[in-house]
């Protein structure tokens, strides 16, 4: 039979959406033109080399297949390292400004409703030192706002040296600043908050801890730095970007800062930005300098500025009117049902929420909370899927389901609520050790694969009563979770080991933290001060 369907992670355009992204495309391209840029295409197919030093999403990956040589092939899933690898391989004369429109391609989960196709439009200005190039990307993303997006764009600056300031500064080793750096970034916040705990003698310390929020307006920053003190580089830095600030707010633009979160490339060197509208949980333009990149190619150091605009994000708001029919302007929390509900109500209503509405739900899903909260009710593993996709602002979902998928949104506070343990179990007799393929019966494969590491199992996946899987014959143990004891005790299971413990967290979408920062901040640190009360 004849394949109809279209493969999870693609879409066809038609009519007014298609037209649209025509419409935007060739806005983009003309724009260049105008300015005199040089239009560059490169093929869809790249040997998968070019791509090295490339960061790819979390969970994505490239589509890679075998060439005519042994060399692996992929389809680009970026169109900066192509013209890197371009430009390393001809004598064209640079300086130079180029444009390009094209498409990128990256895998993702199936069925988590990522988009794995996206169009870029964008320039790379190769071999520009000063910060004219950077003003210009400032210049055209103007003109973007202004002409397709009613001026409702935000745009942030950051700074790819600033983590690095800081670090210096602090004396960290490699592995204690990747540490550091990957719980800054992700917002892990308990693990970032453990980590600098270490640090509270240092004079640094007060900025560490305001560390995680410095992102937002002028005046949110400012108003965080008030009794600071920056390491002399990173202070020189953020005044920098202050100044910049300053000068993008004079013509007009809205403008963000934001020193706390990673640089969407690791090949970016200087000032990074990026923009976003309100309401739309995708960023429509990102860049950055990055004078390092072309020397990867061929040894030859050469400063560059480039940004792309995502076509699909810019058509999409454009067709849905400026501001997302999705939010409302309030709050948005997807709670998980059961437990972990029971015991976040409580919490919530101490920092002055009133609850009734959630107590007295009956079936309703979407259940208003006063005027400024909509809490959504789901199963855990879709609470991440509804945060992923930008649809709610925050989760409250406990860390097995987080451990278990490739979470891309930012763990911000351990409510240190649902405690209880992930444990290898089985019956007496067991011998974990027995030089044989295990059967293992689990919900979490993911967390059980991670456990065993390089020790081959076979994993059976049960969606619940996971005891029985042993008893019955079907597993030689289980990895699940414990809280109690009664259910292994009641069942004549035994723990063989401990794994990791298990609390509910909440999460936040990385852009719905920008967005919605203050009321944000200001439900964590309620919520943070009534945990510290019990
Ligand atoms: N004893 C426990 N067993 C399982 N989960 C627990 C326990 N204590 C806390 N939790 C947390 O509760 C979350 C939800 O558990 P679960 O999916 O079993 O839902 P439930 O509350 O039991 O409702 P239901 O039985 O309808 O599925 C888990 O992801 C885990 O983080
Ligand atoms: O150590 P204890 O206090 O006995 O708690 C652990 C049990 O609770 C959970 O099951 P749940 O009641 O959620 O049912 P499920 O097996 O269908 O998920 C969990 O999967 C264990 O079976």
Redesign the pocket.
């Known amino acids: 039979m004849v394949q109809k369907q279209l493969p999870t992670g693609f879409r066809d355009d038609i009519g007014a959406v298609a037209e649209r992204k025509d419409d935007v495309s060739q806005y983009l391209l003309s724009l260049c033109r105008n300015r005199q840029y040089t239009k560059i295409s490169t093929p869809l197919v790249e040997y998968k080399d070019v791509f090295n030093g490339y960061t790819l999403g979390r969970g994505q990956h490239m589509y890679e297949f075998f060439g005519s040589s042994d060399a692996s092939v992929v389809i680009r899933p970026d169109l900066t390292m192509p013209i890197g690898r371009f430009l390393a391989t001809t004598n064209i004369e640079l300086p130079r400004k180029f444009y390009y429109l094209g498409d990128v391609l990256m895998k993702n989960k199936q069925h988590r409703g990522d988009i794995n196709q996206v169009t870029q439009g964008g320039i790379e200005m190769v071999g520009y030192e000063g910060i004219e190039a950077e003003l210009e990307c400032f210049n055209i993303i103007k003109e973007v706002n202004e002409s397709q997006l009613n001026n409702t764009l935000l745009l942030e600056i950051g700074d790819a040296r600033f983590s690095r300031a800081i670090t210096d500064a602090l004396g960290l080793t490699d592995g204690e600043r990747t540490d550091l750096l990957d719980a800054l970034f992700t917002k892990y916040l308990p693990r970032y908050n453990e980590l600098i705990s270490e640090f509270k003698n240092n004079a640094l310390y007060p900025f560490l801890t305001i560390w995680p929020r410095l992102f937002g307006t002028v005046n949110d920053i400012k108003n965080e730095l008030t009794q600071v003190i920056l390491p002399a580089g990173a202070q020189r830095i953020l005044d920098s970007l202050m100044d910049l600030a300053g000068q993008i707010e004079a013509t007009g633009q809205q403008v963000r800062i934001d020193v706390s979160t990673e640089p969407l490339q690791s090949y970016y060197t200087g000032l990074t930005f990026r923009g976003y509208v309100d309401g739309v949980s995708q960023y429509i333009v990102s860049g950055g300098r990055y004078d390092g990149l072309l020397s990867g190619f061929d040894g030859t150091p050469m400063p560059s500025v480039g940004m792309a605009f995502n076509i699909d994000v810019l058509t999409a708001v454009f067709v849905q009117g400026e501001s997302n029919t999705k939010d409302n302007g309030k709050l948005r929390i997807a709670l998980?049902?059961?437990?972990?509900?029971?015991?976040f109500i409580p919490l919530l209503e101490s920092c002055g929420v009133d609850c009734e509405p959630l107590r007295n739900k009956a079936r309703k899903l979407i259940i208003p909370l006063g005027d400024s909260i909509e809490v959504i009710l789901a199963?855990?593993p879709d609470v991440t899927t509804y945060l992923n996709n930008g649809v709610v602002d925050l989760g409250i979902?406990?860390?097995?389901?987080l451990d278990e998928q490739d979470n891309t949104s930012y763990e911000m506070l351990d409510l240190k609520?649902?405690?209880?343990q992930f444990i290898l179990a089985s019956l007496e007799g067991y011998d974990p050790k027995e030089g044989r393929r295990h059967r293992i019966g689990t919900k979490y494969p993911t967390v059980t694969k991670q456990y065993f590491g390089s020790q081959d199992v076979e994993i059976i996946k049960i969606e619940?009563s996971v005891e029985l899987a042993p008893l019955v014959g079907l597993a030689d143990a289980i990895v699940?979770?414990?809280?109690?004891g009664t259910?292994l005790r009641e069942n004549n299971l035994k723990i063989y080991d401990w794994l990791q413990p298990?609390?509910?967290r909440l999460v936040a979408n990385p852009l719905a933290l920008k967005q919605k920062r203050n009321t944000i901040f200001a439900l964590i640190d309620q919520l943070q001060a009534a945990i510290d009360k019990k």
């Open positions: 998980t049902k059961g437990r972990v509900e029971k015991d199963k855990g979902v406990g860390s097995d389901v609520t649902g405690q209880c619940g699940d979770i414990t809280e109690t259910t298990i609390s509910t």
